[in-house]
């Protein structure tokens, strides 16, 4: 079965600090990780994606199969930066049409003038 | 474009109550997908939709949860009877195909009391 951990529930920085995000994730098949990002009193949606290796809004993440890991790092986090941040796991080649989304429980990211 | 738009945006309802929640997806989005997120988690996959078929509903509670999507686009998700454990928000998505980003609406925060 998939799984997604992010272990951190909370993280808190200052303005202009660097910023990581942990997200480990178990898998046996091919996966493709996904960052949601939920600001306060707005919709979930799509940070980045590891397939399309863009840097969105600063932010960075690198798919790491050996460690299983796809952490995200910003180097100078913004007050704006402050949301709910999932990592997501989607199996990229299960077949047919069934793509389901394994979240992680989230990390708040806190940034503090 | 338009988002993914939900309604109602909360709603309280006893234990053994009946409640419905509605979906209208980004216009020409055929994969659609309902999610439960429990305060503290990140949001589960209950049922995802390709056009009007179920392409996966493993983890829908399908003694009190159903589902449908009548003609391919609307979709509607009930709970009959309701129980405490229900409480929670329930998103809904769409994308354009299996593989494309998932959009998220605003949600439906259900309390059962």
């Known amino acids: 079965a998939q799984r997604v951990t992010q272990p951190e529930k909370l993280l808190s920085v200052f303005k202009g600090a660097p910023v990581e995000l942990k997200c480990n994730y178990s898998?046996?098949?091919?996966?493709?990780l996904f960052w949601y990002v939920q600001y306060s009193r707005q919709r979930l949606q799509l940070l980045l994606r590891?397939?399309s290796r863009e840097s969105i809004k600063g932010f960075t993440a690198d798919l790491n199969k050996g460690e299983t890991s796809f952490h995200l790092k910003k180097p100078f986090a913004q007050e704006e930066d402050s949301a709910m941040y999932y990592c997501?796991?989607?199996?990229?080649?299960?077949?047919?049409?069934?793509?389901?989304?394994?979240f992680g429980k989230g990390t708040l990211l806190t940034v503090n003038p | 474009e338009a988002g993914v738009a939900q309604s109602p945006r909360y709603k309280i309802i006893e234990k053994r109550q009946s409640v419905a929640f509605w979906c209208n997806p980004i216009?020409?989005?055929?994969?659609l997908y309902w999610y439960q997120q429990i305060l503290g988690q990140g949001p589960k996959l209950l049922i995802q939709?390709?056009?009007?078929?179920?392409?996966?509903d493993s983890q829908l509670p399908k003694d009190r949860f159903s589902a449908e999507r009548l003609k391919g686009v609307d979709s509607t998700l009930k709970i009959q009877p309701a129980k405490l454990e229900d409480s929670a928000v329930y998103l809904c998505?769409?994308?354009?195909?299996?593989?494309?980003?998932?959009?998220f609406g605003q949600g439906t925060r259900l309390t059962v009391v």
């Open positions: 998505a769409s994308s354009f195909g299996g593989v494309g980003e998932a959009f």
């Open positions: 898998y046996s098949g091919s996966p493709e």
């Open positions: 590891h397939i």
């Open positions: 997501a796991l989607r199996d990229l080649y299960s077949g047919g049409s069934n793509y389901k989304l394994t």
């Open positions: 216009s020409g989005h055929a994969t």
């Open positions: 939709f390709q056009n009007n078929g179920v392409v996966d």
